[in-house]
């Protein structure tokens, strides 16, 4: 028997599996709540977890979900143990159908990334920070930025990915790898109790 209770007008049925309840019950919650949602979302994720099969269609997913829900910035990075798998990495995740434009980048890429997506693969938060450090060294020596000057916008504005995101989830683990270390100081961090694999809209 369906029917709507306390939800919002949402019908929901008795006969419905729990799992299915759940995230109708949080649906209903999200839109109650007085606080609006995180303007940009990130993910860490690994290799590894891509290697796992319907890993792109969950990352899809992810990308549907976070843009219901009202997130209008996307960040996802994947770390890399080995680097001779940037390439295919970088070719499946550009494929990828997503609903706002996607952007990929990769060790070696100086470009800034300001499409609503954004995907770091193997560029972790040391690599970009040294690159930075590296541009600003280069700034000093020319005579185009004196060191007794330099601001944390100075920093912000040379690195691949500039925004800060409100929210950083990171699936199977309580600790981040190698992350924007630089732009997730006052981010709040989510740590969810299942890997990327069974990772579900509810988490």
Do not use: C
């Not at 049925?13 to 919650?29: D, T």
């Not at 319907?54 to 209008?72: M, R, S």
């Not at 005579?143 to 504005?157: A, K, N, T, V, Y």
């Amino acid at each position: 028997m369906a029917h709507s209770g306390d939800s919002g007008g949402v019908f929901i049925s008795a006969a419905e599996p729990p799992a299915v309840l759940y995230e109708a019950y949080l649906s209903v919650r999200l839109r109650r709540e007085s606080s609006p949602p995180p303007e940009h979302v990130a993910v860490v994720i690994t290799e590894r977890d891509l290697l796992e099969q319907g890993a792109y269609g969950t990352l899809q997913d992810f990308f549907e979900w976070a843009v219901e829900y009202g997130t209008d910035r996307i960040t996802v990075s994947v770390s890399v143990l080995d680097e001779a798998v940037i390439p295919t990495l970088s070719r499946e995740l550009t494929a990828l159908e997503t609903p706002k434009p996607l952007a990929v980048r990769r060790p070696g890429d100086t470009e800034q990334a300001d499409a609503p997506i954004q995907v770091s693969i193997g560029l972790g938060g040391k690599r970009e920070f040294a690159e930075t450090v590296r541009q600003l060294a280069a700034a000093v020596d020319a005579g185009d930025l004196d060191p007794e000057e330099i601001e944390p916008d100075d920093i912000d504005s040379r690195l691949v990915f500039r925004e800060e995101p409100d929210l950083v989830i990171k699936t199977g683990a309580e600790r981040l790898s190698d992350f924007m270390i630089w732009q997730s100081v006052y981010s709040e961090l989510y740590f969810t109790d299942v890997n990327w694999r069974d990772f579900r809209k509810r988490d």
